[in-house]
């Protein structure tokens, strides 16, 4: 079982150029069994551009996760406390083997009612060709 999660464009961008290697989320999958995560590009991108494996995921405070993660968060401090905004906990994804695909994947081609995750959806199986 893998993960589709939605983010934004200039994020995927700092995944892609390793600048950012955490993904930061305030709620997380429960199956902690996901080791692949496919990233959907959100509008005006709106395709499936990569995927990453999973390395360790940590939960701590907002305040405690910026503080080891800051350096290689790809984020400003503004961008990370306004998302998280008030939250007592938050989750940190670590980002490993990132790979862009060749051709973008619309996900409407596999799954035609396809509505982007607003945090993350299950995905069975990896699409195919790349």
Excluded at 100 to 120: A, C, G, L
Aim: net charge negative.
């Amino acid at each position: 079982m893998n993960v589709l999660l939605s983010i934004r464009p200039k994020y995927v961008e700092a995944i892609m150029n390793g600048e950012k290697r955490y993904e930061f989320r305030k709620i997380i999958f429960k199956n902690r069994e996901v080791k692949e995560v496919y990233i959907y590009s959100t509008a005006p991108v709106k395709k499936i551009v990569g995927s990453f494996l999973i390395g360790d995921i940590i939960e701590d405070s907002p305040e405690q996760l910026w503080e080891e993660f800051k350096k290689c968060s790809g984020i400003s401090d503004s961008e990370f406390f306004s998302y998280f905004n008030g939250n007592a906990k938050g989750f940190a994804i670590e980002i490993e083997s990132v790979k862009r695909f060749e051709e973008p994947i619309d996900p409407r081609d596999h799954y035609p009612n396809f509505v982007p995750p607003q945090s993350f959806s299950y995905i069975e199986s990896p699409f195919c060709g790349n």
